[in-house]
């Protein structure tokens, strides 16, 4: 095991799938010579060649519509789409296409791509490189989700999304790519789809999040824990199929919940858990379930005292989690 | 009007009750006057007036106990330089309305709010969460035992970390007893035992009740026992003790001096003065020692602060000082705050081994018992009459172990039994 940064653990992801099946290739805005803009490909231009790490035009929908025309042939894409703000013209390809296509030809093809979307604010990105897309295509079914949060997961739910055979939208924080490091256990390790994953045990109160936040959550959990509030973190992982057992199994142990995420509060994934939580665990509860979330306004803003006020962050968290503990 | 909440007195108290009203309905209070006298667990403390004005109404009555926060009064805030009473209505409605308004406004505010205030707190006490009936099912919780059980929650609403705590303390004398009707069996079988009379739990009562209940669960008690020969210090205390009055005003009693010893002890074996955390053991760089005083209808322990940068005299002082306050009910929260270590006299009263339970989250408590004279073998092989006392240690063996006990007992014993006229009292 060592210790590796989010972008070098997706980078390790993608290099190990198209050294182990010929199928798999990259397709994305600079993703060759370039190495991304983030340089998650860097190196797989010269390793792979021009002929599996292709620098597409800069349009979303071709580089979604190649991925969909290539993986009804067999082929397994990885379209990269730069900054999941971007994500708008492929909509068409992705909804109407990409998610309905077993569907549609009542299981005859599948597609089994990944499209990778770097997303989420905190790094003064403003309105064209700072927004969450998860809650809008999570509504969309056929399409799977995941947002990893730290580096094992994110190299292990790249591997899993690469060999699943449906299309797996897979959302990269932008802020934890180096921000957040941990160790990545050596060899093939696939992180299944579906599972979330506690990351911190305790019985007094529960936080729900994932990406960037659950970082957040974890810093929180341990400030609570010097004030004696023993907090569990569930990193869900997988927004889409969400882990309904493990959301439940939390909810009923602690009896109050907290879900943080930085996308717009209305209709979004907390209101998913929460609809859960009242569904399956309403006679546990010992409080109302609680959300923190970003705002409802049009976009991240620019400014840095804005962007501050729109983003969760740990003293929000702690903030929230007392009124919690409190109640 | 603003209303005067029930304050909290000093970290972990949750409740207060009030003794005694200092200001009556209709009484001008200043700023900062003294307005109620409230009983904690800990300590008894006079609330001061948040704001100049005048005492509109008493929300909780003497003797009640409610928790931090709740609506005790309502200040009338007094308004500057208005010399008359504000008219309430325009003048277009006629003299008549104008002067009746006010006469009848005094009548009817005061007992509107008082409907509120009490139906207030009983309300969000059983406004029960889901998680909380669940539990109160499962353990056959009956509506007289959920009144008396605190909420901790806001508002006062209980929950299910409350009804846990509960069931927990319940569990206690419940499985005690059914011990005792096993082994007392066949007597049980022909005679019912007689109801016997329920003392009422004191907010002091309930306080020990907790915190020794926390104490004994979560801190792994070790205890073990050092036999100290007080002669010198005996000796030492009758040529001094009459001088000292004289000097000092106060006796000179032992406590003092066992307290100089403990001091001693703990520089030389820092890790008793000390507390356990998940995060580790934290060494304190201040020695506080907490010394147990008996009152009227239980214990407190005032805290000697800094005691290691004291004299015996100084001690001496400060112990008679903590004493006679905590017999009156004048301790003040920082005198009951901030121990780090326990000294406590059960010997006074004649006892010769004591198992005392540590006061989180201390790491040790020393029990000093009876000076008794014994027939001792010294040097040479001689039987002398000697002053003895036992000095039992009960220590959280989570922070240390034996070795670091023993040691410390030692050099306890060591200074006791090397007490001279050199050692300055002063």
Same mark, same amino acid.
């Given at each position: 095991m060592a210790v590796k940064t989010v972008i070098e653990a997706i980078r390790e992801g993608m290099d190990e799938e198209m050294a182990r099946d010929e199928s798999v290739f990259l397709i994305g805005e600079d993703v060759g010579n370039r190495g991304g803009v983030f340089l998650a490909s860097d190196g797989l231009y010269k390793k792979y060649g021009e002929l599996r790490v292709i620098d597409s035009p800069l349009a979303e929908s071709c580089i979604v519509g190649v991925a969909i025309g290539a993986a009804v042939n067999g082929m397994r894409p990885i379209a990269e =789409?730069?900054? *999941? +703000?971007? =994500?708008a013209p492929a909509m068409n390809q992705i909804i109407e296409e990409a998610a309905r296509f077993s569907y549609r030809t009542a299981g005859d093809f599948n597609l089994p791509m990944v499209i990778r979307a770097p997303w989420g604010g905190g790094?003064?990105?403003?309105l064209y490189h700072s927004q969450s897309i998860e809650a809008t295509f999570s509504h969309i079914p056929g399409l799977k989700v995941v947002a990893p949060g730290t580096p094992a997961d994110a190299k292990g739910l790249l591997k899993a999304a690469i060999r699943d055979p449906d299309p797996v939208l897979y959302l990269e924080h932008k802020r934890t790519y180096r921000l957040v490091k941990g160790e990545v256990p050596d060899g093939d390790r696939v992180v299944p789809i579906g599972k979330a994953d506690l990351k911190r045990v305790g019985t007094d109160l529960s936080l729900i999040a994932y990406g960037l936040m659950l970082t957040y959550c974890l810093e929180a959990a341990e400030k609570l824990a010097a004030d004696g509030v023993s907090a569990e973190v569930l990193d869900l992982r997988t927004i889409k199929p969400i882990d309904q057992a493990a959301i439940v199994a939390t909810a009923r142990k602690t009896g109050k919940v907290l879900v943080v995420h930085e +996308?717009?509060?209305? *209709?979004g994934i907390a209101a998913e858990v929460m609809a859960i939580i009242m569904e399956n665990a309403f006679d546990a509860l010992d409080a109302p379930v609680m959300r923190l979330t970003g705002p409802d306004v049009p976009a991240m803003p620019f400014n840095h005292v804005l962007e501050d006020a729109f983003m969760p962050n740990v003293e929000k968290i702690l903030a929230k989690a007392k009124e919690l503990a409190a109640y | 009007m603003a209303s005067v909440k029930m304050p909290q007195l000093g970290e972990s108290i949750t409740e207060g009750t009030i003794a005694r009203w200092l200001k009556q309905p209709g009484d001008q209070v200043k700023k900062y006057e003294g307005l109620v006298e409230v009983i904690t667990d800990k300590v008894n403390a006079e609330v001061p007036a948040p704001l100049a004005g005048i005492l509109k109404e008493i929300k909780v009555k003497e003797g009640t106990t409610v928790t931090v926060g709740t609506e005790i009064a309502v200040i009338e805030e007094s308004v500057p330089a208005t010399a008359a009473p504000p008219t309430p209505r325009s003048p277009k409605e006629g003299g008549e309305v104008a002067i009746a308004a006010p006469a009848a406004a005094p009548q009817s505010v005061p007992s509107v709010p008082a409907g509120e205030g009490q139906g207030e707190g009983p309300e969000s006490r059983t406004r029960l969460s889901p998680a909380v009936r669940a539990l109160i099912e499962e353990h056959r919780i009956s509506d007289a035992e959920l009144s008396g059980i605190t909420g901790s929650g806001i508002a006062g609403r209980i929950s299910k970390k409350d009804i846990e705590d509960f069931v927990a303390k319940r569990a206690q004398p419940a499985t005690a007893n059914g011990e005792q009707r096993q082994a007392t069996a066949p007597a049980a079988a022909t005679a019912a035992p007689t109801p016997g009379t329920t003392i009422p739990l004191s907010p002091m009562r309930r306080a020990i009740a907790t915190n020794m209940l926390k104490s004994k669960q979560t801190i792994p008690h070790a205890w073990t026992v050092a036999e100290v020969d007080m002669t010198s210090v005996v000796r030492f205390r009758q040529k001094a003790k009459d001088g000292f009055k004289l000097r000092e005003g106060i006796d000179l009693t032992f406590v003092p001096i066992i307290v100089k010893a403990v001091v001693e002890g703990l520089k030389a074996v820092p890790v008793l003065n000390a507390s356990w955390s998940e995060q580790g053991v934290v060494l304190h760089k201040d020695i506080n020692i907490g010394v147990a005083v008996s009152v009227d209808d239980g214990l407190i322990v005032p805290v000697v602060h800094q005691a290691d940068r004291m004299s015996i005299s100084g001690l001496a002082k400060a112990i008679d000082d903590l004493a006679k306050r905590a017999r009156a009910g004048k301790l003040g929260i920082p005198d009951v705050q901030g121990g780090t270590f326990t000294v406590n006299n059960p010997g006074t009263f004649g006892t010769i081994l004591s198992y005392s339970i540590i006061a989180p989250p201390q790491a040790g408590i020393l029990a000093m018992d009876a000076i008794v004279k014994r027939p001792v073998v010294v040097e040479g092989d001689a039987i002398a009459v000697r002053s003895m006392m036992n000095l039992c240690l009960s220590f959280d063996h989570r922070v240390l172990d034996g070795v670091s006990a023993a040691r410390f007992l030692q050099g306890v014993r060591r200074w006791l039994e090397g007490f001279s006229e050199q050692v300055p009292l002063y």
């Open positions: =789409i730069q900054f *999941a +703000d971007f =994500i790094v003064h990105g403003a +996308d717009n509060r209305f *209709a | -």
